[in-house]
């Protein structure tokens, strides 16, 4: 791809070659949700994962899973979709848990440092 895509187009793009591995497996796929679950919900292999990793590298150009994103951590279609936008855009703020975890370290603290004035 030689243009940066859209956050939107990211997302199509993954849906599109998801549901085309379910196709080829015989399995119909309507619409996705970002909760789905590859291999719980939709019941996407190991193998899947690596065919559908290698096919969005060549449609997409980049493989975020190089340096950025640990594989192990994508679960949903969510994930996979957050790890290439990622990619593309990593100054933009995914809403994922990493991003929490400052506000839960300052709420810990608050609670310590209460705790120690009784």
Do not use: C, W
């Amino acid at each position: 791809m030689l243009t940066a895509p859209t956050l939107a187009q990211i997302e199509s793009t993954v849906h599109d070659k998801i549901r085309e591995i379910l196709a080829d497996r015989g399995s119909h796929a309507g619409p996705l949700s970002s909760t789905e679950k590859l291999s719980a919900t939709l019941g996407l292999s190991s193998l899947d994962l690596a065919f559908l990793v290698a096919e969005l590298e060549t449609t997409l150009g980049v493989d975020p899973f190089a340096k950025l994103v640990s594989i192990t951590s994508i679960r949903s279609v969510g994930d996979l979709v957050r790890a290439y936008q990622k990619t593309f855009f990593p100054e933009r703020r995914s809403g994922g848990e990493n991003e929490l975890i400052p506000t839960a370290v300052k709420r810990a603290q608050a609670r310590r440092v209460r705790g120690n004035r009784r």
